[in-house]
């Protein structure tokens, strides 16, 4: 057990798990909680955030779970739209991810604060609004505890009006992420304009996000060159910000070196910190760098470790399937469905090995990089002094709602200078 008296723990397994976990999982002695209890310990400890792992495979869940407990840190298990909806390339997807975690952590012993998240749902346009009213629900009654609403893709009117009209689908007490921008690497930065006017709105409105994700100069999988995360830009946005007590998600770490992550630990209000492909690679025995992206040979491969992750036989089988459906680079995602049962196959010291590798590697994030170690008893503490599962908002009304009615929304949209980017599929 992480190092919380046995009294305080069990008292908040009673108070600080949320409705729909209790009801899913009467007996357990997991610690599923808000996603709201997450943002809030790592506040506490100031100058530091929590890993959110997307949970692509069973292997990458356990060793993140694993490291957490050692490093008696908080933790976030997620999966995107795309990863894990209804046209999902995972096993792992929004109505089976609870379940997997509350089963791993009964299993394991896990004692420390562990959300549920649905990143990047996605909402491109009117039709996906009514899905999800209906999808929303059905997610939190299978354990998600936490949710980005993304709308990004949308322009900025539309992205604000659509979290609005999504609130009411939201438990109040559940963690809530928005999003700015679409992630596109250098293209299409976000401004602070534009953060200001989907927070505000927003605010008027009573919806009070934990988390608000930028399109600060990264990209999702593997990163193609240095640009990486513009810490300046992150910072400026996060600022202007401060009054409305949202904290920062930073989407596409796995191309970013270890100072990079640093700097936005140390000179920004991110408490939120999302790691897919890197933890994907590292659980297939894949070559990377410190920082968790995939090295490529001269001609363009995956280079495989000799007796680290998937057996080589294994791999081999992995690459000819990826070849006979024509993926290549970071495609090679496409192949977590088709190879997830496969990879519970093989033998126990292999299927240990790959969750091993997970857990080392995002130990080594959670006390060297993101300043997470010892945020396991904070958010405890905090479940305690609520006593709920719900700690209420971070942030109070500031701003008119008379102000903000759909008629001036779309007026005030039109004087927000931007630059979208391209257009294309920027999904994870």
């Avoid at 209890?37 to 069973?58: C, E, F, H, Q, T």
Wanted: proline share 4%.
């Amino acid at each position: 057990m992480s190092n919380v008296a046995r009294s305080d723990f069990n008292q908040a397994l009673q108070v600080g798990r949320p409705p729909n976990i209790k009801n899913l999982f009467p007996n357990s002695q997991a610690l599923l909680v808000s996603g709201k209890y997450i943002d809030l310990a790592m506040l506490a400890k100031g100058k530091s955030v929590s890993i959110a792992a997307n949970g692509r495979n069973i292997f990458v869940i356990r060793g993140a779970l694993r490291a957490a407990q050692r490093a008696n840190s908080v933790l976030i298990i997620e999966i995107a739209k795309s990863e894990g909806g209804t046209g999902a390339y995972c096993a792992t997807n929004y109505w089976n991810m609870a379940r997997t975690v509350d089963a791993l952590c009964n299993e394991m012993g896990i004692t420390v604060p562990v959300a549920i998240h649905a990143d990047h749902y996605g909402i491109k346009n009117a039709q996906d609004i009514d899905i999800a009213k209906t999808e929303i629900p059905s997610m939190f009654d299978a354990g998600i505890t936490s949710i980005a609403v993304d709308a990004s893709h949308m322009p900025d009117d539309q992205n604000l009006l659509a979290a609005i009209e999504l609130a009411p689908f939201i438990p109040t007490w559940a963690g809530l992420e928005t999003e700015v921008g679409e992630i596109k690497g250098k293209q299409g930065l976000s401004t602070k304009s534009e953060a200001l006017f989907l927070i505000q709105g927003l605010n008027a409105h009573d919806v009070f996000p934990n988390w608000i994700a930028l399109n600060n100069g990264t990209t999702h999988g593997i990163e193609a060159s240095g640009q990486g995360i513009q810490v300046d830009l992150t910072a400026d946005i996060h600022d202007a910000l401060v009054p409305y007590k949202v904290s920062g998600a930073q989407h596409g770490t796995s191309g970013n070196s270890s100072e990079r992550l640093r700097e936005i630990v140390q000179k920004t209000h991110t408490t939120k910190a999302n790691v897919a492909t890197a933890l994907q690679m590292i659980s297939w025995g894949l070559e990377v760098n410190d920082y968790g992206n995939a090295i490529l040979d001269k001609s363009g491969q995956f280079i495989k470790v000799k007796d680290q992750g998937v057996t080589e036989a294994m791999w081999e089988e992995m690459k000819a399937h990826a070849k006979a459906k024509e993926w290549s680079g970071g495609n090679y995602k496409k192949l977590n469905l088709p190879f997830e049962s496969k990879l519970l196959t093989q033998p126990k010291g292999v299927r240990d090995r790959m969750a091993q590798r997970v857990e080392e590697f995002v130990y080594t994030m959670l006390i060297d990089v993101l300043n997470a170690k010892d945020t396991a008893p904070l958010a405890v503490a905090q479940i305690l002094e609520a006593g709920s599962y719900d700690p209420g908002p971070k942030a109070d009304r500031i701003e008119n709602p008379y102000e903000w009615t759909r008629e001036k929304i779309v007026e005030r949209a039109k004087t927000i200078e931007s630059d979208k980017g391209p257009q294309g599929d920027f999904d994870d």
